[in-house]
């Protein structure tokens, strides 16, 4: 504050009105002065002077200061919000309201409520007395992707999620009676390997150490302790999943389910026992699934870190040895990637019409290391004469197209790596070696033998076991194989026919390349938590009935449990039951066996149950494309074979998220992004302790670390559940992954914020007393910008039901983020406010309170099957309309009836208007580019044809209002003054703005 100061007996004004020199001419009238008097007069302007800048300074420092006040105010007012918690269960306290969009305070206690209510359930609204069915099929039903038991949620599920929350809101909110059924799924490889890696960890025990049953009790109690964590990270999302029919893959029901469906197949002779190469993981010591096996990409020369063994691996080359020929000194030289394969070669082939080996064909080679060993030279079309030398060492028991080569020729299949990646006995010196320690071994003894002949750089794909990143092996085993001929045409005719639906449709040719050349389909699992399959092996204590073998299909039987399978076994070999012995298989069944049948095992299947005739077939099945084989079109071929119905009619198949460099997400690259973190907001600090409480190696967290440097400087902003949901929506893209930049998340939480504020507007003009008029109705009195605000409106409704019919997910993010943004809060809002500030307006504000309580009441329920907390937070706070066609008011805006009709498009104001929204457009555009936001600079605009004339004239007045701009019209033909800015463009309009 400034201070009075007295000066020769006159004192200075509390705040400085006056210059100096006005101050002077009062203190000193003009007169002749002394040299002395001039003195004292320099010295008192220097005095006052400083004084002045110093009132200045504080009268700045005041204004400051108070503004900081204003904001810590504000701030405090803000702050001192106290949020009032409810019971769990029960309805949102609503009576005070945050002046501010806050995410967490928007999403407290909605789902408890939800739930509690029973909204996500089908019988809801069974017979559509609460939500009239405006749609020709009045029911709609599909199952989750079950997530691992072991999982914790990452964006692919946060995209699944949100996908499928979306349509089964909108679905329910036609009015269909409506399911989406959640599940987990046991994930026997991934939950054993965690159980396993904990048991040693906190005593020091392998699960051979218990045993069998003691080890499954183990897991259980695991399960029971944190499996239902990624449950918790579902409904944290927002998913209007029907809870009580959440379903388990190794529940009571689905383990009856898989047994009976095993049992059926195995009876039909479409499962059997046949010895096949499998992909098997040394370290788990257990065949995986071909969607286990990562492939990863080898450009050269590389060394690779493999578990259990201390050196690293060379991969990444070629190498070329000669084999010598039998009875002479000729040599035929072969190349391989992996040498130590060489010691189980049973045969050289070459293409049968390449004239450098015709005179070998027939003949045979010897081996180096094996002395009984010959090679037999094999003409075989399966060989590529431009590759190499054009030579083919073939080794059948370890490579899958070496085996088919096999079994043309009629090769015998030596095994020479054993299940625990060693070599096999019967190899001289490298028997009983790691497998990639004979591979040098090898190269050095054929050195030695003169027989080596080089290696070169060899770009190559490497199967790597996604469990343990060991190298996978090609092993010759006996397990339990599913034919798929039959099943797997009965799906390609599906599509072909159009009664199956693939979503985008170039996924077809995936699934006819898949299809139509099937291979059988590896069902054992060397584990033991999972199903254990239901499989008994017969030894008949009768010296009548010849001993069995394990390869042998007769001497197998299955069953639900050991009685059912020994009548059975007694049947087939005629003798008494007491004469049976069975042994059940230790073996699990493969995982996604018993996610197969997911459709119809959480409906009770194999019974008849009303949830299986109600349910049954679902309508959509959504998950990302990298699974359309491994599940898909397994859900197809055995649901289809089991029941005679396909179990669902359309196939939804998103992208796969990436992060925003386009590299695919991995814990190990450290860009991995957990959804709770983007909602919530979290540090970089707090993403490097993320990577510290995974199992990284430290030199892979360091590196992880510098990524999330790189890519997240600052963290991660808290962005909120609806802002997370609304942009993986809207960044679906058939056909295109996902590059994820958590910016683009942050800016839909802007969106929100948007919303708010935008409904907390058409608040405050409603008032108390307000009450709605009928939906749809007109008051007679609308003006032509209501009349397009309302068209606006049913236009959306519109296009939004077409492209959700569609699975436009981006086209109805986009409608609706329109309405809100560009029509409604940034137009229609702002060009009504002199509505309520001017009393010359007031006969108008019932029909504005009227379209703006339309448009923000419709707009939520629009909105909500994207946002449903911001929604419903919003949504409960406006005044209700009465209850129509004798349905019931709706508690919740997830039962609010989808807006479905549209009702006024009115296409020729849309056109005119959307003329007077180019001009607001283009002139903010400009004001943009040349002002301050709060400045209120000269506009000029100019109809170039008849109808932007009109429009200009007509609504120059709400132009001024919606640009904050004094505007006039530039008479035609008229040149601007030269110190107005045109907009970049001018065509049936032109804008010009005072650049001062």
Same mark, same amino acid.
């Given at each position: 504050?400034?201070?009075?100061?007295?000066?020769?007996?006159?004192?200075?004004?509390?705040?400085?009105?006056?210059?100096?020199?006005?101050?002077?001419?009062?203190?000193?009238?003009?007169?002749?002065?002394?040299?002395?008097?001039?003195?004292?007069?320099?010295?008192?302007?220097?005095?006052?002077?400083?004084?002045?800048?110093?009132?200045?300074?504080?009268?700045?420092?005041?204004?400051?200061?108070?503004?900081?006040?204003?904001?810590?105010?504000?701030?405090?007012?803000?702050?001192?919000?106290?949020?009032?918690?409810?019971?769990?269960?029960?309805?949102?306290?609503?009576?005070?309201?945050?002046?501010?969009?806050?995410?967490?305070?928007?999403?407290?206690?909605?789902?408890?409520?939800?739930?509690?209510?029973?909204?996500?359930?089908?019988?809801?609204?069974?017979?559509?007395?609460?939500?009239?069915?405006?749609?020709?099929?009045?029911?709609?039903?599909?199952?989750?992707?079950?997530?691992?038991?072991?999982?914790?949620?990452?964006?692919?599920?946060?995209?699944?999620?949100?996908?499928?929350?979306?349509?089964?809101?909108?679905?329910?909110?036609?009015?269909?009676?409506?399911? &989406?059924?959640?599940?987990?799924?046991?994930?026997?490889?991934?939950?054993?390997?965690?159980?396993?890696?904990?048991?040693?960890?906190?005593?020091?025990?392998?699960?051979?150490?218990?045993?069998?049953?003691?080890?499954?009790?183990?897991?259980?109690?695991?399960?029971?302790?944190?499996?239902?964590?990624?449950?918790?990270?579902?409904?944290?999302?927002?998913?209007?999943?029907?809870?009580?029919?959440?379903?388990?893959?190794?529940?009571?029901? @689905?383990?009856?389910?898989?047994?009976?469906?095993?049992?059926?197949?195995?009876?039909?002779?479409?499962?059997?026992?046949?010895?096949?190469?499998?992909?098997?993981?040394?370290?788990?010591?257990?065949?995986?699934?071909?969607?286990?096996?990562?492939?990863?990409?080898?450009?050269?020369?590389?060394?690779?870190?493999?578990?259990?063994?201390?050196?690293?691996?060379?991969?990444?080359?070629?190498?070329?040895?000669?084999?010598?020929?039998?009875?002479?000194?000729?040599?035929?030289?072969?190349?391989?990637?992996?040498?130590?394969?060489?010691?189980?070669?049973?045969?050289?082939?070459?293409?049968?019409?390449?004239?450098?080996?015709?005179?070998?064909?027939?003949?045979?080679?010897?081996?180096?290391?094996?002395?009984?060993?010959?090679?037999?030279?094999?003409?075989?079309?399966?060989?590529?004469?431009?590759?190499?030398?054009?030579?083919?060492?073939?080794?059948?028991?370890?490579?899958?197209?070496? #085996?088919?080569?096999?079994?043309?020729?009629?090769?015998?299949?030596?095994?020479?790596?054993?299940?625990?990646?060693?070599?096999?006995?019967?190899?001289?010196?490298?028997?009983?070696?790691?497998?990639?320690?004979?591979?040098?071994?090898?190269?050095?003894?054929?050195?030695?033998?003169?027989?080596?002949?080089?290696?070169?750089?060899?770009?190559?794909?490497?199967?790597?076991?996604?469990?343990?990143?060991?190298?996978?092996?090609?092993?010759?085993?006996?397990?339990?194989?599913?034919?798929?001929?039959?099943?797997?045409?009965?799906?390609?005719?599906?599509?072909?026919?159009?009664?199956?639906?693939?979503?985008?449709?170039?996924?077809?040719?995936?699934?006819?390349?898949?299809?139509?050349?099937?291979?059988?389909?590896?069902?054992?699992?060397?584990? &033991?938590?999972?199903?254990?399959?239901?499989?008994?092996?017969?030894?008949?204590?009768?010296?009548?009935?010849?001993?069995?073998?394990?390869?042998?299909?007769?001497?197998?039987?299955?069953?639900?449990?050991?009685?059912?399978?020994?009548?059975?076994?007694?049947?087939?070999?005629?003798?008494?039951?007491?004469?049976?012995?069975?042994?059940?298989?230790?073996?699990?069944?493969?995982?996604?066996?018993?996610?197969?049948? #997911?459709?119809?095992?959480?409906?009770?299947?194999?019974?008849?149950?009303?949830?299986?005739?109600?349910?049954?077939?679902?309508?959509?099945?959504?998950?990302?494309?990298?699974?359309?084989?491994?599940?898909?079109?397994?859900?197809?071929?055995?649901?289809?074979?089991?029941?005679?119905?396909?179990?669902?009619?359309?196939?939804?198949?998103?992208?796969?998220?990436?992060?925003?460099?386009?590299?695919?997400?991995?814990?190990?690259?450290?860009?991995?992004?957990?959804?709770?973190?983007?909602?919530?907001?979290?540090?970089?600090?707090?993403?490097?302790?993320?990577?510290?409480?995974?199992?990284?190696?430290?030199?892979?967290?360091?590196?992880?670390?510098?990524?999330?440097?790189?890519?997240?400087?600052?963290?991660?902003?808290?962005?909120?559940?609806?802002?997370?949901?609304?942009?993986?929506?809207?960044?679906?893209?058939?056909?295109?992954?996902?590059?994820?930049?958590?910016?683009?998340?942050?800016?839909?939480?802007?969106?929100?914020?948007?919303?708010?504020?935008?409904?907390?507007?058409?608040?405050?003009?409603?008032?108390?007393?307000?009450?709605?008029?009928?939906?749809?109705?007109?008051?007679?009195?609308?003006?032509?910008?209501?009349?397009?605000?309302?068209?606006?409106?049913?236009?959306?409704?519109?296009?939004?039901?077409?492209?959700?019919?569609?699975?436009?997910?981006?086209?109805?993010?986009?409608?609706?983020?329109?309405?809100?943004?560009?029509?409604?809060?940034?137009?229609?809002?702002?060009?009504?406010?002199?509505?309520?500030?001017?009393?010359?307006?007031?006969?108008?504000?019932?029909?504005?309170?009227?379209?703006?309580?339309?448009?923000?009441?419709?707009?939520?329920?629009?909105?909500?099957?994207?946002?449903?907390?911001? @929604?419903?937070?919003?949504?409960?706070?406006?005044?209700?309309?009465?209850?129509?066609?004798?349905?019931?008011?709706?508690?919740?805006?997830?039962?609010?009836?989808?807006?479905?009709?549209?009702?006024?498009?009115?296409?020729?104001?849309?056109?005119?208007?959307?003329?007077?929204?180019?001009?607001?457009?283009?002139?903010?555009?400009?004001?943009?580019?040349?002002?301050?936001?709060?400045?209120?600079?000269?506009?000029?605009?100019?109809?170039?044809?008849?109808?932007?004339?009109?429009?200009?004239?007509?609504?120059?007045?709400?132009?001024?209002?919606?640009?904050?701009?004094?505007?006039?019209?530039?008479?035609?033909?008229?040149?601007?003054?030269?110190?107005?800015?045109?907009?970049?463009?001018?065509?049936?309009?032109?804008?010009?703005?005072?650049?001062?």
């Amino acid at each position: 504050m400034a201070q009075r100061v007295t000066v020769f007996g006159m004192t200075s004004a509390e705040k400085p009105s006056e210059d100096v020199q006005t101050k002077l001419a009062v203190l000193y009238p003009k007169q002749e002065l002394s040299a002395k008097e001039k003195k004292k007069i320099q010295k008192m302007e220097k005095f006052l002077k400083k004084q002045q800048q110093k009132e200045q300074q504080a009268a700045v420092a005041g204004s400051d200061s108070k503004k900081k006040d204003k904001k810590k105010k504000k701030k405090k007012a803000e702050d001192t919000f106290v949020y009032k918690p409810v019971q769990p269960g029960e309805k949102k306290n609503l009576d005070d309201m945050p002046s501010q969009y806050h995410p967490d305070m928007v999403q407290r206690d909605w789902y408890e409520w939800w739930t509690k209510q029973g909204f996500f359930k089908p019988e809801y609204n069974e017979g559509h007395e609460k939500i009239a069915c405006p749609c020709e099929k009045k029911s709609y039903t599909l199952v989750i992707p079950p997530p691992n038991v072991t999982g914790s949620l990452h964006m692919g599920h946060a995209l699944t999620n949100s996908i499928e929350d979306t349509l089964t809101r909108w679905n329910r909110q036609c009015g269909k009676r409506t399911l &989406w059924n959640p599940g987990c799924d046991h994930a026997g490889i991934a939950t054993q390997s965690v159980v396993e890696k904990k048991l040693w960890r906190e005593k020091q025990l392998r699960r051979q150490d218990l045993g069998r049953e003691k080890f499954l009790d183990l897991v259980w109690q695991w399960k029971e302790e944190k499996g239902g964590f990624i449950y918790k990270q579902i409904k944290y999302l927002g998913a209007s999943c029907d809870w009580d029919r959440e379903a388990f893959t190794m529940s009571d029901r @689905c383990c009856r389910a898989v047994k009976e469906a095993f049992i059926r197949m195995h009876e039909d002779g479409i499962i059997m026992r046949k010895k096949k190469l499998i992909n098997w993981s040394c370290h788990l010591n257990s065949a995986i699934s071909e969607i286990e096996v990562d492939k990863v990409d080898i450009a050269g020369r590389t060394l690779v870190s493999v578990p259990g063994l201390d050196e690293k691996v060379e991969v990444g080359v070629i190498t070329s040895f000669a084999y010598k020929l039998k009875g002479g000194d000729d040599e035929i030289v072969v190349a391989t990637t992996r040498p130590e394969t060489m010691l189980g070669d049973v045969a050289i082939a070459v293409h049968p019409e390449d004239p450098r080996y015709a005179s070998y064909v027939g003949k045979t080679a010897l081996h180096p290391f094996i002395p009984d060993r010959e090679l037999v030279i094999v003409a075989d079309d399966f060989v590529d004469r431009e590759f190499g030398t054009g030579a083919v060492k073939i080794t059948p028991a370890h490579d899958p197209n070496d #085996f088919e080569c096999g079994v043309r020729n009629n090769l015998p299949m030596i095994t020479v790596i054993t299940k625990d990646g060693k070599i096999a006995p019967g190899c001289g010196e490298f028997s009983g070696m790691h497998r990639f320690t004979a591979r040098r071994v090898v190269i050095e003894r054929l050195k030695e033998k003169g027989l080596y002949r080089g290696d070169a750089e060899n770009p190559m794909v490497i199967p790597r076991c996604s469990r343990s990143s060991d190298i996978c092996e090609p092993l010759l085993e006996t397990q339990w194989f599913v034919n798929c001929d039959g099943m797997a045409k009965t799906a390609v005719d599906a599509v072909k026919s159009g009664e199956l639906r693939l979503i985008p449709a170039n996924q077809e040719k995936t699934w006819f390349h898949w299809l139509e050349s099937p291979r059988d389909w590896c069902i054992s699992r060397q584990l &033991w938590w999972g199903h254990r399959i239901p499989a008994y092996f017969v030894s008949v204590n009768d010296d009548a009935v010849p001993k069995g073998t394990s390869d042998d299909n007769k001497y197998w039987v299955s069953g639900h449990d050991e009685d059912e399978a020994r009548a059975k076994a007694a049947k087939r070999f005629g003798v008494d039951p007491s004469k049976i012995t069975l042994t059940q298989d230790e073996d699990v069944l493969d995982t996604w066996f018993s996610s197969g049948i #997911f459709p119809i095992s959480i409906f009770g299947w194999p019974d008849n149950t009303p949830d299986l005739q109600k349910f049954y077939p679902g309508d959509l099945l959504e998950t990302g494309y990298d699974i359309l084989f491994f599940w898909v079109a397994r859900m197809v071929m055995m649901c289809t074979y089991l029941t005679g119905k396909l179990p669902f009619k359309d196939v939804y198949l998103h992208p796969i998220i990436r992060d925003k460099e386009g590299v695919k997400m991995s814990k190990s690259r450290g860009n991995v992004i957990d959804p709770t973190d983007v909602c919530t907001g979290i540090t970089l600090e707090g993403l490097h302790e993320r990577l510290a409480q995974g199992n990284l190696d430290p030199r892979e967290i360091e590196r992880a670390k510098e990524l999330q440097k790189r890519q997240f400087p600052q963290g991660i902003k808290e962005c909120g559940v609806d802002a997370l949901r609304f942009t993986l929506c809207a960044l679906v893209t058939p056909g295109r992954d996902i590059n994820l930049d958590v910016n683009r998340i942050f800016g839909y939480r802007t969106f929100c914020n948007k919303v708010y504020n935008g409904v907390k507007l058409v608040m405050s003009k409603l008032g108390p007393d307000f009450k709605p008029a009928e939906y749809g109705k007109l008051l007679g009195d609308e003006s032509e910008l209501d009349l397009w605000m309302l068209s606006r409106l049913s236009t959306c409704i519109r296009d939004m039901n077409k492209q959700l019919e569609e699975y436009d997910l981006v086209g109805s993010t986009t409608s609706i983020y329109n309405l809100w943004l560009y029509e409604f809060c940034n137009f229609y809002l702002e060009v009504v406010k002199p509505v309520f500030q001017d009393d010359q307006y007031k006969h108008r504000r019932n029909t504005v309170q009227n379209v703006m309580y339309t448009v923000a009441e419709s707009g939520l329920r629009l909105l909500s099957i994207f946002m449903p907390f911001l @929604c419903e937070e919003l949504w409960q706070r406006l005044p209700r309309r009465k209850a129509t066609n004798d349905l019931v008011v709706p508690a919740s805006v997830c039962v609010a009836a989808y807006p479905y009709t549209p009702l006024h498009i009115n296409e020729d104001i849309e056109k005119k208007i959307a003329i007077l929204h180019a001009i607001v457009g283009r002139a903010r555009s400009l004001k943009s580019s040349l002002h301050a936001p709060s400045a209120r600079p000269k506009l000029l605009i100019r109809g170039t044809t008849a109808a932007t004339t009109a429009v200009c004239e007509e609504y120059a007045v709400d132009v001024a209002q919606l640009v904050r701009a004094d505007v006039a019209i530039l008479p035609a033909k008229e040149a601007p003054p030269a110190d107005f800015e045109p907009s970049p463009e001018q065509d049936e309009f032109e804008v010009f703005m005072a650049r001062k």
